[in-house]
């Protein structure tokens, strides 16, 4: 890497900055950009390896622009989705999906995008309901998929970040005649009942409860899915998680009497 590819990476993030609409179909490329610099930048034997054949002076110089392009300038890649049009949003969070998936792939596997998109969620929940639910049925295959992972320590990853997203979003009131927090859930009910992994099950239902005892009084047809979890739990064969998802059940008709 020379100092004409890091110029290159300085003026396709400052046009990410100033220009988003621009960027159009591009943001697969500026989102691989920002994976690869973060990537060189935390991983010391990557720095060295993308410099071989610069003179100290040069690479020092290199890496020292990489670090200060990682910082801000990234990290503003992501700010700024917020003021993406409705189209191009759902566009950015596929984008950052596919990437998060070639990360997932890697030897060892990366969360830095997949981290991100909990991020960006964050930011573009108040979005119309509308719009929120097309960007959620791309993120919903990603964290199933995600939370599968062969490394248990990635699924339990994915998994504790649906249950950020899930409390984020269940302090949304839920509007009569819609149905999204059962969306929101859905993937804890994929999992579930997917999983080999009694970790990764006794997780999901430790989820599950926390979610309840923060947001009882904000659940509507997030109820389904809560028992469909529940009753997955029961027929488990660790006794654990079984002797949990009978006390939460009780738990539940406590809650919700004190809420009605």
């Not at 997917?194 to 926390?210: A, P, T």
């Amino acid at each position: 890497m020379r100092s004409k590819n890091v110029e290159a990476l300085r003026t396709l993030l400052a046009l990410a900055d100033t220009d988003m609409d621009a960027l159009q179909d591009a943001w697969n490329a500026v989102l691989e950009c920002v994976s690869r610099l973060e990537y060189i930048t935390s991983v010391p034997s990557m720095a060295a390896t993308v410099m071989q054949g610069s003179n100290q002076i040069s690479r020092d110089s290199v890496v020292q622009s990489l670090k200060e392009l990682s910082g801000k300038p990234a990290e503003q890649v992501f700010v700024n989705s917020v003021k993406l049009p409705s189209d191009s949003i759902v566009e950015f969070f596929d984008g950052l999906c596919t990437i998060s998936a070639e990360e997932l792939k890697q030897t060892p596997p990366r969360v830095f995008s997949l981290q991100k998109l909990v991020e960006i969620s964050y930011y573009n929940m108040a979005r119309i309901r509308l719009v929120w639910a097309r960007i959620w049925s791309v993120l919903a295959q990603h964290f199933i998929a995600a939370g599968s992972h062969h490394d248990e320590k990635v699924a339990m990853y994915a998994i504790d970040s649906l249950r950020q997203l899930g409390m984020k979003y269940l302090e949304r009131a839920e509007l009569n005649k819609f149905t999204f927090q059962n969306d929101i859930l859905k993937p804890f009910v994929i999992l579930m009942r997917n999983s080999r992994s009694e970790k990764i099950r006794g997780l999901i239902v430790d989820c599950i409860v926390q979610l309840i005892k923060s947001k009882v009084g904000s659940i509507k047809s997030g109820w389904r899915c809560v028992f469909m979890i529940f009753t997955a739990a029961a027929d488990d064969e660790n006794e654990y998680i079984v002797e949990s998802a009978f006390e939460n059940v009780e738990q539940v008709g406590v809650y919700s009497w004190w809420f009605c």
